[in-house]
């Protein structure tokens, strides 16, 4: 569905975005993650067309956003961070401006309230919207996104200053659209990308610095792969029954945190998740799970882990040094302590 080569942008002489490269494919949702300047919007800009970019090659749906502009644009729906509302105007006066904006072909008032009724403000679809709630306009410019029914929504801090419970009411419309729709989502909330995304990039300086699952980042990222464990329940018999897991290589007590349980740390077998049959076992015998959880890296964690300056340059230094062919090494090795073995 979406498809970037070797995208770059400059600005001037600072390089914005550095060849980058990715696919999104129909139905996925993902997460965009980036700290403030890292190059994010400036590749959401490019992918609505709204800016140009220097090199590389983008296309929507299969049409290139710089030699067939019109027919991507009309494959994208987009919110961004400060929606585009008019505010002397009624719902259903705005949506109908948008419509006639985008040139849309579906018949006017069946396709208006659809959208209307898909994100539920049908009910204030009359009332101006500066007298909405932050939420309602947020829905307003979420629906304004989905005129014409295209076919990727590209979203920028969906839920930025809501309260919680506009929060999930934003997610879940969301995982809704995700049915019919592809979704790139940025947000700064780690949390909402965890809980909405199947796949997260993060991009840093300009480069994509990981495009996997949570879950596979964690993993591959994580040193400490054990799980802790918190139950009520005689110690040497809760160490014996998880001991008999098969994938469990050790367990051991960690002491008394919580009164009237103990702490556990469980090593598993690699790629091995023995998590489901820890709580059979310990529900067959009716021994109380308080806390069962992994010790790998949160998001936010990795998150930060990425986006370090200190952790970049490690990495840096160690694809360069993987690249050095034996004799290039041996040759660094003995231009940097030759000297000293004489």
Same mark, same amino acid.
């Given at each position: 569905?979406?498809? *970037?080569?070797?995208?770059?942008?400059?600005?001037?002489?600072?390089?914005? %975005?550095?060849?980058? +490269?990715?696919?999104?494919?129909?139905?996925?949702? *993902?997460?965009?993650?980036? /700290?403030?300047?890292?190059?994010?919007?400036?590749?959401?800009?490019?992918?609505?067309?709204?800016?140009?970019?220097?090199?590389?090659?983008?296309?929507?749906?299969?049409?290139?956003?710089?030699?067939?502009?019109?027919?991507?644009? @009309? @494959?994208?729906?987009? !919110?961004?961070?400060? /929606?585009?509302?008019?505010?002397?105007?009624?719902?259903?006066?705005?949506?109908?401006?948008?419509?006639?904006?985008?040139?849309?072909?579906?018949?006017?008032?069946?396709?208006?309230?659809?959208?209307?009724?898909?994100?539920?403000?049908?009910? %204030?679809?009359?009332? !101006?919207?500066?007298?909405?709630?932050?939420?309602? @306009?947020?829905?307003?410019?979420?629906?304004?996104?989905?005129?014409?029914?295209?076919?990727?929504?590209?979203?920028?801090?969906?839920?930025?200053?809501?309260? /919680?419970?506009?929060?999930?009411?934003?997610? &879940?419309?969301?995982?809704?659209?995700?049915?019919?729709?592809?979704?790139?989502?940025?947000?700064?909330?780690?949390?909402?990308?965890?809980?909405?995304?199947? $796949?997260?990039?993060?991009?840093?300086?300009?480069?994509?610095?990981?495009?996997?699952?949570?879950?596979?980042? #964690?993993?591959?990222? #994580?040193?400490?792969?054990?799980?802790?464990? $918190?139950?009520?329940?005689?110690?040497?018999?809760? &160490?014996?029954?998880?001991?008999?897991?098969?994938?469990? $290589?050790?367990?051991?007590?960690?002491?008394?945190?919580?009164?009237? +349980?103990?702490?556990?740390?469980?090593?598993?077998?690699?790629?091995?998740? %023995? $998590?489901?049959?820890?709580?059979? @076992?310990? #529900?067959?015998?009716?021994?109380?799970? !308080?806390?069962?959880?992994?010790?790998?890296?949160?998001?936010?964690?990795?998150?930060?882990?990425?986006?370090?300056?200190?952790?970049?340059?490690?990495?840096?230094?160690?694809? &360069?040094?993987?690249?050095?062919?034996? #004799?290039?090494?041996?040759?660094?090795?003995?231009?940097?302590?030759?000297?000293?073995? &004489?």
């Amino acid at each position: 569905m979406i498809e *970037v080569k070797n995208l770059s942008k400059r600005y001037g002489n600072h390089l914005a %975005v550095k060849n980058v +490269s990715f696919s999104i494919d129909e139905g996925e949702i *993902v997460g965009f993650l980036g /700290p403030n300047g890292a190059g994010k919007s400036t590749i959401m800009n490019i992918l609505t067309g709204y800016i140009s970019l220097t090199d590389g090659e983008v296309s929507v749906g299969g049409y290139n956003v710089l030699e067939e502009p019109e027919l991507a644009k @009309r @494959r994208i729906g987009y !919110l961004p961070e400060q /929606p585009p509302l008019y505010q002397e105007m009624t719902v259903r006066e705005y949506l109908n401006f948008i419509y006639d904006l985008k040139n849309v072909k579906f018949p006017r008032k069946p396709h208006i309230n659809e959208i209307c009724r898909l994100v539920h403000i049908d009910h %204030v679809e009359n009332r !101006l919207i500066k007298n909405l709630s932050k939420g309602y @306009r947020q829905r307003v410019g979420i629906a304004q996104a989905l005129v014409g029914n295209p076919d990727v929504l590209i979203l920028d801090e969906p839920t930025v200053g809501l309260d /919680p419970k506009q929060i999930i009411e934003i997610r &879940k419309l969301i995982v809704g659209l995700s049915k019919h729709h592809t979704i790139i989502l940025s947000s700064h909330i780690l949390s909402e990308i965890q809980a909405v995304c199947k $796949r997260i990039l993060i991009i840093n300086n300009g480069e994509i610095v990981a495009d996997d699952t949570a879950v596979n980042l #964690s993993h591959n990222l #994580s040193s400490n792969h054990t799980i802790h464990l $918190r139950a009520q329940g005689p110690e040497s018999e809760v &160490k014996k029954l998880i001991a008999s897991i098969k994938g469990v $290589r050790s367990i051991t007590s960690l002491g008394v945190i919580e009164p009237g +349980s103990m702490d556990y740390e469980i090593e598993p077998a690699e790629e091995t998740d %023995v $998590r489901k049959e820890i709580f059979t @076992r310990m #529900s067959d015998r009716k021994w109380t799970i !308080l806390e069962l959880n992994s010790n790998e890296l949160t998001l936010e964690q990795i998150f930060l882990r990425l986006t370090d300056g200190s952790f970049v340059a490690k990495k840096s230094e160690a694809q &360069k040094d993987e690249a050095l062919s034996d #004799s290039d090494k041996a040759a660094a090795f003995e231009a940097a302590f030759g000297e000293e073995e &004489k």
